[in-house]
């Protein structure tokens, strides 16, 4: 640490790693960051201010999505990719890590991303004065979310939250003049923030206990302490930081407890903003859990780091219980709550909450799992992967459909869509092709999800590790699909059974038609994965191998 | 019971050359009192001001675990990182203000006031 270093060998190692090695591997962000830049000159320059700012951000996305698939390309295959953890090369000097988990990740928000503009564009929010706006608060929170699937060193940690956040929290008000979107923005903001500064000290006295931010060089310094015993208090100390460091993750995720402020901003933002932080926000929230919990609880380079593996035991432990116990209650609650609701963005924001259990559900196998099964966790990641790339799709369409029958209806209450059968079958049954895939019946996506993630518990169950707990996650789980099938049910029951309101106003919305076809583009990908899902569980599994 | 504990280290910390220790007890004591202006305070400015407390409570941790020289002998410092990380966290907490207050401003514009707990048509 103390060699004399001479300054022009330090400078020319850095660009060197930099050129060849950081920045190709950091494309998707770079293409993200540079349509940001376009969209702001777009407003101010006179002749640029004519383009669509729709069609830039289009257009970035698109070749974000076209870089990310390139990486992904690249991977090694499976096997190879499992011996190799993934492919794991550490770009920027340790603060950012690149592997297959990156690679799909990033291909899953830059997909997103295309269909998202597309959505929005269709569905008319923003017009074309916001858009510009809009669309560089969308891109920014991606390039935040895309920073949070590679981190690996705490500092990132931190940044990559507050790149996600701050943008969302505009985001959440961009609705001008309205009382509903300013009161959900402000609750964003101020919990966001508080949650962000709690997890910001808690970084702080693990950074200091442990002497180094980046993960992986802590988990060889938590081994040390494993075994050496550490001196008196500083486990205490180690747990409170991990504690706080999980209110942050636990607030991105909208876990139980600090899932407040999310059926509130549901309901007051716009439907095209809940669907944005549903879905975009929520993968890359479960991504950067993956990211800590594995950081710090197994070294890198997966199980061939020997001594190291059973050392970390204890923080492994440590890991699935706050993860498995949050799981358990956000799951239920989220289920709970959700079936007295008559706001349907405010009964999709608690079927977010429900999920984000399911997915922590087996983020809890893969940390049960990692020590004494590598390759079975390799699996289980791989499952929560799977079930982040069906999301995507049936969420989306899920709020697709509220915001183009809010256009139509004026009106986002579930009693609104009394008796839509008679006028629009077409968009009926595309909802309850989103709703059962949410509920997790086959033949739909969401079934394969769920059963990936629920079998991954079941392995960690008949392997005795974590048993009570693994077994508990898997009798919620049971239970609160059985409880989730009431509320959406009744939403199917509701569009289909009951007459519809004499006043309607609006006319039918027929799936042949612009907003149809959008709606149809994103519920057929949940049938067809619930069906041949053998591609993108090829593509999870990949995503997977850095943990073997 | 909590004075025995509590006196002999704060005569520990009078008496004892400036250390991490000291620094530690007074981002604990920002951080503190940032939590409880975050969950007392009814404006909204006052919840801002707390946040930015926590963050400098933070902050403090940062900076005197990044200095070799407060640490005993032997034990690891966290180096050029933890100034660094007090550098970018100086930056975020300027630029979350910025859009927190732009959000409190369309608060005010639509509800007359700043006060936090009028936030609350969205419930259930």
Same mark, same amino acid.
């Given at each position: 640490?103390?060699?004399?270093?001479?300054?022009?060998?330090?400078?020319?190692?850095?660009?060197?790693?930099?050129?060849?090695?950081?920045?190709?591997?950091?494309?998707?962000?770079?293409?993200?960051?540079?349509?940001?830049?376009?969209?702001?000159?777009?407003?101010?320059?006179?002749?640029?201010?004519?383009?669509?700012?729709?069609?830039?951000?289009?257009?970035?996305?698109?070749?974000?999505?076209?870089?990310?698939?390139?990486?992904?390309?690249?991977?090694?295959?499976?096997?190879?990719?499992?011996?190799?953890?993934?492919?794991?090369?550490?770009?920027?000097?340790?603060?950012?890590?690149?592997?297959?988990?990156?690679?799909?990740?990033?291909?899953?928000?830059?997909?997103?991303?295309?269909?998202?503009?597309?959505?929005?564009?269709?569905?008319?929010?923003?017009?074309?004065?916001?858009?510009?706006?809009?669309?560089?608060?969308?891109?920014?929170?991606?390039?935040?979310?895309?920073?949070?699937?590679?981190?690996?060193?705490?500092?990132?940690?931190?940044?990559?939250?507050?790149?996600?956040?701050?943008?969302?929290?505009?985001?959440?008000?961009?609705?001008?003049?309205?009382?509903?979107?300013?009161?959900?923005?402000?609750?964003?903001?101020?919990?966001?923030?508080?949650?962000?500064?709690?997890?910001?000290?808690?970084?702080?006295?693990?950074?200091?206990?442990?002497?180094?931010?980046?993960?992986?060089?802590?988990?060889?310094?938590?081994?040390?302490?494993?075994?050496?015993?550490?001196?008196?208090?500083?486990?205490?100390?180690?747990?409170?930081?991990?504690?706080?460091?999980?209110?942050?993750?636990?607030?991105?995720?909208?876990?139980?407890?600090?899932?407040?402020?999310?059926?509130?901003?549901?309901?007051?933002?716009?439907?095209?903003?809940?669907?944005?932080?549903?879905? &975009?926000?929520? #993968?890359? %929230?479960?991504? /950067?859990?993956?990211? $800590?919990?594995?950081? =710090?609880?197994?070294? +890198?380079?997966? *199980?061939?780091?020997?001594?190291?593996?059973?050392?970390?035991?204890?923080?492994?432990?440590?890991?699935?219980?706050?993860?498995?116990?949050?799981?358990?209650?956000?799951?239920?609650?989220?289920?709970?709550?959700?079936?007295?609701?008559?706001?349907?963005?405010?009964?999709?924001?608690?079927?977010?909450?429900?999920?984000?259990?399911?997915?922590?559900?087996?983020?809890?196998?893969?940390?049960?799992?990692?020590?004494?099964?590598?390759?079975?966790?390799?699996? &289980?990641?791989? #499952?929560? %992967?799977?079930? /982040?790339?069906?999301? $995507?799709?049936?969420? =989306?369409?899920?709020? +697709?459909?509220? *915001?183009?029958?809010?256009?139509?209806?004026?009106?986002?209450?579930?009693?609104?869509?009394?008796?839509?059968?008679?006028?629009?079958?077409?968009?009926?049954?595309?909802?309850?092709?989103?709703?059962?895939?949410?509920?997790?019946?086959?033949?739909?996506?969401?079934?394969?999800?769920?059963?990936?993630?629920?079998?991954?518990?079941?392995?960690?169950?008949?392997?005795?590790?974590?048993?009570?707990?693994?077994?508990?996650?898997?009798?919620?789980?049971?239970?609160?699909?059985?409880?989730?099938?009431?509320?959406?049910?009744?939403?199917?029951?509701?569009?289909?059974?009951?007459?519809?309101?004499?006043?309607?106003?609006?006319?039918?919305?027929?799936?042949?038609?612009?907003?149809?076809?959008?709606?149809?583009?994103?519920?057929?990908?949940?049938?067809?994965?619930?069906?041949?899902?053998?591609?993108?569980?090829?593509?999870?599994?990949?995503?997977?191998?850095?943990?073997? | 019971?909590?004075?025995?504990?509590?006196?002999?280290?704060?005569?520990?910390?009078?008496?004892?050359?400036?250390?991490?220790?000291?620094?530690?007890?007074?981002?604990?004591?920002?951080?503190?009192?940032?939590?409880?202006?975050?969950?007392?305070?009814?404006?909204?400015?006052?919840?801002?001001?707390?946040?930015?407390?926590?963050?400098?409570?933070?902050?403090?941790?940062?900076?005197?675990?990044?200095?070799?020289?407060?640490?005993?002998?032997?034990?690891?410092?966290?180096?050029?990182?933890?100034?660094?990380?007090?550098?970018?966290?100086?930056?975020?907490?300027?630029?979350?203000?910025?859009?927190?207050?732009?959000?409190?401003?369309?608060?005010?514009?639509?509800?007359?006031?700043?006060?936090?707990?009028?936030?609350?048509?969205?419930?259930?």
């Amino acid at each position: 640490m103390n060699d004399p270093v001479n300054i022009g060998t330090l400078l020319s190692g850095t660009l060197s790693d930099t050129l060849t090695v950081s920045l190709p591997l950091f494309r998707p962000e770079l293409t993200l960051s540079a349509t940001i830049v376009l969209l702001l000159l777009c407003r101010m320059l006179p002749l640029l201010r004519l383009l669509d700012s729709a069609l830039v951000a289009l257009g970035g996305a698109a070749f974000a999505l076209w870089y990310a698939w390139l990486d992904m390309q690249a991977l090694p295959v499976f096997a190879e990719a499992a011996s190799t953890a993934g492919g794991r090369t550490e770009i920027f000097s340790g603060l950012l890590v690149f592997d297959s988990f990156t690679a799909y990740l990033r291909c899953i928000l830059a997909g997103f991303l295309v269909l998202y503009i597309v959505f929005t564009k269709v569905s008319g929010i923003p017009d074309r004065e916001d858009g510009a706006d809009f669309y560089s608060l969308v891109l920014g929170a991606t390039l935040g979310m895309c920073l949070m699937a590679s981190a690996n060193h705490l500092l990132m940690v931190f940044m990559a939250v507050e790149m996600a956040s701050v943008p969302s929290y505009a985001l959440a008000g961009i609705l001008k003049g309205r009382r509903a979107a300013s009161e959900a923005a402000i609750k964003y903001a101020v919990y966001g923030a508080g949650a962000a500064g709690i997890m910001l000290y808690g970084i702080s006295l693990l950074a200091g206990m442990l002497g180094t931010c980046h993960l992986p060089s802590m988990a060889v310094e938590l081994g040390r302490f494993a075994q050496a015993g550490a001196p008196g208090g500083s486990v205490m100390v180690l747990c409170l930081g991990g504690l706080m460091l999980a209110v942050g993750l636990a607030f991105k995720l909208s876990a139980v407890p600090f899932h407040f402020w999310c059926p509130d901003v549901f309901e007051g933002a716009a439907a095209e903003v809940g669907a944005f932080l549903s879905v &975009a926000s929520k #993968a890359a %929230a479960v991504a /950067l859990l993956i990211r $800590v919990a594995y950081g =710090l609880g197994m070294p +890198a380079g997966g *199980a061939a780091a020997g001594e190291l593996v059973a050392d970390l035991a204890p923080v492994r432990h440590f890991a699935v219980a706050v993860i498995a116990l949050m799981a358990a209650v956000t799951c239920t609650l989220g289920n709970l709550a959700a079936y007295g609701q008559t706001n349907m963005k405010r009964l999709l924001a608690y079927s977010t909450i429900a999920h984000a259990g399911y997915l922590m559900m087996g983020v809890a196998a893969a940390m049960a799992l990692a020590g004494p099964k590598p390759a079975a966790a390799a699996t &289980a990641v791989g #499952a929560v %992967a799977f079930y /982040l790339g069906t999301y $995507v799709f049936m969420n =989306l369409a899920a709020f +697709a459909i509220v *915001a183009f029958l809010r256009n139509r209806l004026r009106s986002e209450e579930i009693a609104a869509y009394a008796g839509l059968v008679r006028t629009s079958p077409g968009i009926v049954v595309a909802t309850a092709v989103v709703l059962v895939s949410l509920i997790g019946l086959p033949p739909l996506a969401g079934f394969v999800a769920k059963f990936l993630v629920f079998s991954s518990l079941v392995q960690a169950i008949s392997l005795g590790v974590d048993r009570q707990l693994m077994l508990l996650l898997l009798v919620v789980g049971g239970v609160n699909t059985v409880i989730s099938l009431f509320y959406y049910l009744r939403v199917l029951k509701v569009m289909t059974f009951d007459p519809p309101p004499e006043d309607r106003v609006g006319e039918a919305f027929p799936l042949v038609s612009l907003s149809g076809a959008v709606v149809t583009a994103l519920a057929v990908p949940v049938l067809v994965l619930g069906i041949f899902w053998s591609g993108l569980y090829a593509a999870a599994q990949l995503a997977g191998a850095f943990a073997s | 019971m909590i004075g025995n504990f509590v006196q002999p280290c704060l005569a520990g910390l009078l008496s004892d050359p400036v250390s991490v220790t000291h620094y530690l007890v007074v981002g604990a004591i920002l951080f503190v009192s940032g939590v409880a202006c975050m969950a007392m305070k009814r404006n909204a400015l006052g919840v801002l001001m707390g946040i930015e407390l926590v963050l400098n409570g933070a902050n403090v941790n940062f900076v005197a675990f990044a200095s070799p020289w407060l640490q005993g002998a032997g034990a690891r410092s966290l180096g050029l990182d933890g100034q660094v990380i007090a550098l970018f966290v100086i930056l975020l907490a300027a630029a979350e203000a910025a859009v927190a207050l732009a959000i409190t401003l369309n608060f005010y514009n639509n509800h007359s006031t700043v006060d936090i707990d009028r936030a609350d048509d969205l419930k259930g």
